[in-house]
């Protein structure tokens, strides 16, 4: 994938500060329907999120003369092993599982050394193995279920960097994926800086939003704001920028 032009680091430290819910407001607006992987969840609680860009793998059903289940991890299927010793710093392994939960699509030995090779997290719309020694990493792992049973007895891994789906949406190698406590949106690489600035400007407004409804504004001008609702935003944006900042930088 080398003629994947770069993401500027501005763009990756952008998409940190916001959540999936606000990038699948942007993504809609640019007509991007459905990037949400529904039914994935975080595997433990010792992470809030992630960025990377996605490095695909696909699964497909195993067959008994292709993966024999006496000897299944000598068969030359070396696929697996490949993708977690050539993924790098900032990465994320997407499996796609084809939704099939009857095995998993890692457990922890293979998610630790990608860890360890920096990669940012593991994604799959089936399941993974070894659910509390996953959940005990502290990195972000995504599934649908956790399952003790091993890959070889379900799946045979047929491809890496190639466009799959995960959770029925497509994801493309060099995609970028966010995460959170909520979930994974996939952005479409060649847009991720048009919509990282315009993210962050909507998180804030919307915090600032919610603030509002939880003082007991009512929703009808505040959310969506109309024009008098924007206007004191800005004048409150404005108000807080002269205010003096910390040494973090944040405003009193």
């Known amino acids: 994938m080398t003629d994947l032009q770069p993401v500027p680091d501005e763009v990756f430290a952008q998409l940190r500060r916001?959540?999936?819910?606000?990038?699948?407001?942007?993504?809609?607006?640019?007509?991007?329907?459905?990037?949400?992987?529904?039914?994935?969840?975080?595997?433990?609680?010792?992470?809030?999120?992630?960025?990377?860009?996605?490095?695909?793998?696909?699964?497909?059903?195993?067959?008994?003369?292709?993966?024999?289940?006496?000897?299944?991890?000598?068969t030359g299927n070396v696929l697996?092993?490949?993708?977690?010793?050539?993924?790098?710093?900032?990465?994320?392994?997407?499996?796609?599982?084809?939704d099939d939960i009857t095995a998993a699509s890692a457990g922890d030995m293979l998610v630790t050394r990608a860890m360890r090779r920096g990669a940012a997290a593991?994604?799959?719309?089936?399941?993974?193995?070894?659910?509390?020694?996953?959940?005990?990493?502290?990195?972000?792992?995504?599934?649908?279920?956790?399952?003790?049973?091993?890959?070889?007895a379900s799946f045979h891994v047929a491809d890496l960097q190639v466009p799959i789906g995960c959770?029925?949406?497509?994801?493309?190698?060099?995609?970028?994926?966010?995460?959170?406590r909520d979930g994974i949106i996939v952005v479409p690489r060649?847009?991720?800086?048009e919509i990282a600035g315009p993210s962050v400007e909507q998180e804030e407004l919307e915090d600032w939003l919610q603030q509002r409804v939880r003082d007991g504004a009512e929703l009808w001008g505040t959310y969506?704001?109309?024009?008098?609702?924007?206007?004191?935003?800005?004048?409150w944006r404005a108000t807080r920028a002269e205010r003096p900042a910390d040494s973090n930088g944040v405003h009193a």
């Open 18 to 74: 916001v959540s999936t819910a606000t990038l699948a407001t942007q993504l809609y607006r640019r007509g991007i329907r459905q990037p949400f992987l529904v039914g994935l969840s975080p595997v433990g609680d010792g992470f809030d999120g992630f960025v990377g860009e996605a490095f695909t793998m696909r699964f497909i059903p195993a067959r008994e003369d292709i993966d024999p289940l006496d000897d299944p991890y000598r």
């Open 80 to 98: 697996q092993w490949e993708a977690v010793e050539t993924v790098g710093p900032g990465q994320v392994i997407v499996v796609d599982s084809r």
């Open 122 to 152: 593991f994604v799959t719309d089936g399941a993974f193995r070894d659910g509390a020694a996953l959940g005990r990493l502290g990195f972000p792992a995504y599934s649908r279920a956790i399952t003790a049973t091993t890959r070889p």
């Open 167 to 180: 959770a029925g949406v497509a994801v493309y190698p060099g995609d970028i994926l966010v995460g959170d």
């Open 190 to 193: 060649a847009i991720a800086a």
């Open 224 to 235: 969506p704001p109309d024009e008098n609702t924007r206007a004191e935003y800005a004048a």
